[in-house]
């Protein structure tokens, strides 16, 4: 009999999950743990209070509890925006003629145009009971920060962001909606840190890194009174918030009676992948369920693909804790690609451990192909999905084919992250027939890889 599955399923308010889930709970390995640049010893949640909000340090260090209550004044924001729906693509399923069932959790219904609101309501939230005057921030393509000042507006924070500086000459008016949020924004490099002085001291043209932008807003936090850093992925903290997506996204299938054989999702520095996956991961971990998961990244961005696993910092200056992961080097300068959310030189600390014991995959995609792949998605599905989700399309598009010919009837699930409405001189350089690929060779790789520091005693 064949099943009547609703083209977008919502689950009602009262189902939506009341806790978020912390899958360290669940590995059989951590991974090695921050280390204090300043002591060379493993971080203590003590030594993050400086630079992280006091609950959220505590979060990011905590690998045994496996579920952890969102507050209700969370919840409270998350029912105005969530849940999301879980879709099926009918209409890509039938182009491709493929037997593959295709889904795909949509995170784009917010301003923010993106899943990063979900990180952001609860960063703001933690900072606000702490009783701080604001915070401050990076972003890359703008999702970020946008979905941080909505937060910030809504708790009554101030918020500074340092923005890449290629995206904010991309996408002025990425900046005007930050500035509609209250938000105050900055191209970095900028002026107003020795961070960004020393790098446009040494390149004035400097077109901006996450890695970089990092660095600027860590030190206006630590500088300034009553001030914390926020950031919007690769952080533990960041991946436990997300996981909102995969426990919505299991419950969603298992009403429909599905659960994927293959879980897809675009990875920059890990955040909507860490999040969707959590659930189906803990089943694979524990042997519950066999379930391929791939991480996607782009192919002139190639973290997982090409980077080494290795402690580095988290920031171009070399200001933050360093963390163990897969990673191209901190003074990494990745092309002006057009996904700014996936431009960023390392990857989640879990994500990375969780891929070097070979629990999941990685592809690295070119952006000709990923805008192929967006454009046909929006054509079918009427969503235009931002570049970094599209990475996802392109790979699910492909298993769907893989599917075709192999007449398997698999079943897809993939992270559709956000719009791409910011992103139009990106369509239009694809659809002009402007865009290129770059894809670095391993000449380009191998300075910043070689620059990783050494840590006496752990890494030589
Ligand atoms: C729409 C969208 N998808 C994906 C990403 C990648 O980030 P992450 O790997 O943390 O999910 C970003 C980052 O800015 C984004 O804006």
Redesign the pocket.
């Known amino acids: 009999m064949t099943k009547n599955i609703p083209h977008r399923l919502y689950l009602t308010e009262d189902q939506m999950p009341k806790q978020w889930y912390n899958l360290r709970a669940d590995m059989k390995q951590q991974h090695d743990p921050m280390i204090n640049p300043a002591t060379g010893k493993p971080a203590t949640e003590k030594d993050l209070y400086p630079v992280f909000c006091e609950e959220l340090a505590k979060q990011e260090l905590d690998n045994t509890t496996r579920y952890f209550d969102i507050p209700q004044e969370v919840q409270d924001i998350y029912k105005i925006y969530r849940p999301s729906p879980l879709c099926r693509a009918y209409n890509l399923e039938k182009a491709l003629d493929t037997p593959a069932k295709i889904y795909y959790k949509f995170?784009?219904n917010n301003t923010s145009?993106?899943?990063?609101l979900n990180s952001a309501v609860a960063q703001a939230y933690y900072a606000k009971q702490q009783g701080l005057k604001g915070v401050t921030t990076e972003?890359?393509?703008?999702?970020?920060g946008t979905a941080l000042s909505e937060a910030c507006s809504y708790f009554g924070l101030d918020l500074e962001v340092y923005m890449v500086k290629v995206s904010f000459t991309q996408k002025p008016f990425r900046k005007s909606i930050m500035e509609t949020f209250g938000g105050n924004v900055f191209a970095s490099p900028s002026d107003r840190t020795e961070a960004g002085r020393k790098i446009l001291a040494e390149d004035p043209d400097n077109s901006g890194s996450l890695g970089c932008a990092i660095s600027e807003a860590v030190e206006r936090a630590v500088s300034s009174d009553g001030y914390r850093y926020v950031l919007?992925?690769?952080l533990n903290q960041?991946l436990l918030h997300?996981s909102i997506i995969g426990l919505e996204a299991e419950q969603a299938m298992a009403m429909l009676d599905e659960y994927p054989d293959i879980v897809i999702?675009?990875?920059?520095?890990?955040?909507?992948?860490?999040?969707l996956i959590a659930p189906f991961m803990r089943d694979k971990i524990t042997g519950k369920k066999d379930p391929r998961i791939v991480a996607v990244e782009p192919a002139s961005c190639p973290s997982f693909t090409r980077g080494v696993y290795k402690y580095d910092f988290c920031d171009t200056g070399k200001i933050t804790p360093m963390a163990k992961m897969y990673t191209l080097g901190c003074t990494f300068k990745p092309s002006a690609n057009h996904?700014?959310?996936?431009r960023?030189h390392g990857m989640?600390p879990i994500l990375s451990k969780l891929y070097h014991d070979k629990y999941m995959e990685a592809v690295a995609v070119e952006q000709t192909k990923v805008f192929e792949a967006a454009v046909q998605f929006a054509k079918l599905e009427t969503i235009l999905p931002?570049p970094?989700?599209a990475h996802a399309i392109r790979c699910a598009i492909d298993e769907a084919i893989k599917c075709r010919e192999s007449g398997e009837e698999k079943t897809i699930l993939f992270?559709l992250?956000?719009?791409g409405y910011f992103d139009m001189t990106a369509y239009a350089a694809y659809n002009e027939g402007k865009m290129s690929d770059h894809i670095p060779t391993d000449e380009e790789l191998k300075p910043a890889i070689d620059e990783i520091p050494t840590i006496p005693g752990i890494q030589e």
Do not use: D, F, I, R
Request: aromatic letters at 4%.
């Open positions: 995170e784009g145009g993106s899943h990063k972003t890359g393509a703008g999702q970020w919007g992925s690769v960041v997300q999702g675009c990875a920059g520095g890990g955040s909507n992948l860490g999040g996904a700014g959310g996936l960023y989640s931002a970094e989700s992270g992250t956000g719009t």
